[in-house]
């Protein structure tokens, strides 16, 4: 039997080793004290933490989501929701998400700029733009970009959008055509085509469910950060132990320093240039409120979304008041305790502040040449037998679903 090491015990590194674990011999190293990576939630006095944001599970994937109800029960272990979302714009209204369905509830005034828009749209949305600015107007028209799209995004970026590459977005965004926007506006269609827009959630744990799951059974180490994976004589070698093969579900940007004996120079500078971005999650209680999550542009505070996380399960609110839920509130990047307890006075649903943990890594960001460096990386390490998968592996916007097709084909690789 081969042995195989996988560094990372979340989404990506779990399924590939459920998916070979009766083929080979697996050990899984992870440098936190449990599983989880990105979707690890903890118990704050009986209310639970998504420790970076507030995970929800679909898929439009079939594969996956068959692998998946083998692993899970549906019907008692989890709940199927329609996703609820909304915007608070900073006059004061809330419009449903995605704006551009629900733009007949706009005032007149923007209703009628709107219009314009979509007559300049008609005739301008097939051309092509160089970044995420113009991909907004072109898409949405000025009326909603300066409403909704630019300040939103600016807080998620924290720079001009049109600093933005594009090459991330495919799949990410719901791209309406004019005919559509128009179409779903007379009737009043609700967007249904997005990954999310109805999404499982577990009735106990939340995703520290998933991972505990997957985990089950198998050997792993914990509190072991790996430094060194070093190919020696045919074989890879970490704290001692040798293995046939590697599945790095790690970081992209630790491997020039992490690997030795396969030259990998070459790919250095590449690797640090790389730009991305963390998360700091705010924990709190809100007033009870029937949202997903809350989308918000308003600029005279630097959070962009509260995600609702105490409605999507009645065991995720533990003992706060009965007009109260717990939420996760999203700051890009890291920011102070302080800055946070002011903007808290200015969010909207009266947040009140439990704990944060901030992520230094939640959003890679892809330049042009992204995907075909580490496509060029990837074939000078299978070479020797070194797979590489994840969502700071690939550097991909991975949501979980995407995460674990990606992990299956590396699996698959492995098993043949
Ligand atoms: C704010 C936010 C909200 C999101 N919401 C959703 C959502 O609602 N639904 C959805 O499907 N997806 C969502 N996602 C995406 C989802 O979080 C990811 O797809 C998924 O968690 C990626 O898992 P991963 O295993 O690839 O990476 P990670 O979760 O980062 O796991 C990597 C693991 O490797 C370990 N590790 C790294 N280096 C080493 C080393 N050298 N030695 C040992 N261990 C190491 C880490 O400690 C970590 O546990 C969201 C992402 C963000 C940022």
């Known amino acids: ?3 195989i090491a996988i560094i990372g015990a979340g989404v990506s590194g779990l399924t590939a080793a459920q998916l070979i674990k009766n083929k080979t011999d697996i050990v899984v190293f992870e440098r936190e004290s449990k599983a989880g990576g990105l979707i690890r939630c903890e118990r704050v006095n009986g209310s639970l933490f998504h ?16 692998w998946f109800w083998q692993q899970f029960n549906k019907d008692t272990e989890f709940h199927k929701t329609d996703r609820n979302s909304v915007i608070f714009l900073p006059n004061g209204q809330q419009i449903p998400y995605p704006i551009e369905n ?8 923007l209703q009628k700029t709107f219009i314009q828009d979509l007559l300049t749209m008609s005739k301008t949305n097939s051309q092509p733009v160089e970044n995420f600015k113009e991909f907004l107007q072109q898409r949405f028209g000025d009326t909603l970009y300066h409403l909704y799209f630019e300040p939103y995004n600016k807080k998620v970026w924290r720079r001009s959008l049109a600093d933005v590459p594009i090459d991330w977005l495919d799949g990410k965004l719901p791209m309406p055509t004019v005919e559509e926007i128009i179409y779903n506006n007379f009737n009043r269609v609700a967007e249904k085509q997005f990954v999310h827009s109805s999404f499982f959630y577990e009735k106990q744990n939340g995703s520290q469910l998933i991972v505990d799951r997957l985990a089950s059974g198998l050997d792993i180490r914990y509190n072991a950060s790996i430094e060194q994976i070093e190919r020696k004589q045919g074989k890879w070698l970490i704290n001692g132990e040798t293995f046939d093969n590697i599945i790095f579900c790690g970081n992209i940007k630790d491997i020039p320093h992490l690997v030795k004996g396969v030259d990998i120079l070459s790919f250095t500078q ?7 971005h ?4 705010v924990f709190c209680e809100i007033d009870a409120n029937p949202y997903s999550w809350i989308y918000l542009p308003d600029d005279k505070y630097e959070a962009h979304r509260i995600i609702c996380t105490g409605n999507f399960a009645v065991s995720n609110n533990g003992h706060i008041p009965a007009n109260r839920i717990t939420a996760t509130v999203e700051f890009t990047d890291e920011i102070s305790q302080d800055a946070i307890i002011d903007n808290l006075r200015h969010i909207p649903l009266r947040p009140k502040y439990i704990t944060l943990k901030y992520n ?6 892809q330049q042009k040449n992204t995907r ?3 496509a060029s990386l990837k074939r000078t390490l299978s070479a020797h037998g070194f797979y590489m998968t994840g969502r700071f592996a690939d550097w991909e916007y991975y949501n ?12 698959e690789i492995i098993k043949s």
């Open 1 to 3: 039997m081969k042995k």
């Open 102 to 109: 629900f733009a007949y509830l706009l005032e007149e005034s």
């Open 372 to 374: 075909e460096m580490i």
């Open 400 to 411: 979980m679903d995407a995460a674990m097709a990606a992990a299956k084909n590396i699996s």
């Open 270 to 276: 590449p690797i640090e240039a790389l730009q991305y």
């Open 360 to 365: 230094q890594y939640t959003y890679p960001i």
């Open 278 to 281: 963390g998360t700091t999650a």
């Open 51 to 66: 420790t970076c944001g507030g995970h929800v599970f679909n898929t439009k994937d079939q594969q996956v989501l068959d």
